[in-house]
């Protein structure tokens, strides 16, 4: 079955510092792949997503881009802030799944920013 | 726009008693509908979803059951809570249909079981 694998947390780093989280995912034919955020005490948040190969997402200056060849979506960022400091969840939904349509979750990366 | 809401934020109940948790969806029609289950420290584990009024998809068994009684309204039960199912609940909503699509978390539900 579809499965998605994250680098085991924290990453602490220092603010400015440049960020990578790595994911990979198993599925078969071209899932869309996602990047979602979880604040302390709160929930999910879509933070990017791409739906096919060599696509790039983006958004608040993080960007992850789709890449077939090697199955991963590493998510980055070129200079943390204390107010990144979350939780970062990979997530894969199936193509052409259609009923289920439920997302397929890494089991998270926690970053800790400090000033 | 679409909202999605979830209540109550924080339960904390006695081993053995029953549950009830709440998700509506403004916004949107006929949405797939989601329950997922965070435990502390852990990935979301999906436990329940919905394509339509009445149906509903286990996808764990357990002794937690889901409901949708209306298109927008989404409800996850217990008889007996377990210690076990303490953990944070999320509900999360797509565009019904076929093809793949975002999902839209709600705020979530915090249920701690002593």
């Known amino acids: 079955g579809d499965s998605v694998t994250q680098m085991e947390g924290p990453v602490t780093l220092s603010e400015e510092a440049f960020l990578t989280i790595n994911c990979t995912y198993t599925?078969?034919?071209?899932?869309?792949l996602f990047w979602y955020v979880q604040y302390p005490g709160e929930g999910l948040q879509l933070l990017l997503k791409?739906?096919?190969?060599?696509d790039k997402g983006s958004n608040k200056g993080f960007e992850a881009t789709y890449r077939k060849e090697t199955t991963s979506f590493h998510l980055e960022k070129g200079s943390v802030q204390v107010s990144d400091s979350a939780v970062y969840f990979c997530?894969?939904?199936?193509?052409?799944?259609?009923?289920?349509?439920?997302?397929?979750f890494g089991s998270g990366t926690r970053l800790q920013v400090q000033p | 726009s679409q909202t999605i809401h979830q209540w109550p934020a924080t339960l904390v109940q006695p081993v053995g008693s029953p549950l009830s948790l709440e998700c509506t969806v403004e916004?949107?029609?006929?949405?797939?509908l989601y329950w997922y289950r965070q435990a502390a420290g852990r990935g979301l584990q999906l436990l329940f979803y919905?394509?339509?009024?009445?149906?509903i998809s286990s996808e764990v068994p357990q002794n937690l059951s889901a409901s949708r009684p209306q298109d927008r309204q989404f409800i996850l039960s217990s008889k007996k809570l377990l210690l076990s199912d303490s953990g944070f609940y999320l509900c999360?909503?797509?565009?019904?249909?076929?093809?793949?699509?975002?999902?839209?978390f709600g705020p979530g539900t915090r249920l701690t079981v002593l």
């Open positions: 999360a909503w797509t565009l019904g249909g076929t093809g793949t699509d975002t999902q839209y």
């Open positions: 599925a078969t034919g071209y899932p869309s």
């Open positions: 791409a739906t096919k190969a060599d």
């Open positions: 997530a894969l939904s199936p193509f052409m799944d259609t009923g289920r349509r439920a997302l397929t």
């Open positions: 916004g949107t029609s006929n949405p797939n």
């Open positions: 919905s394509v339509g009024i009445g149906q």
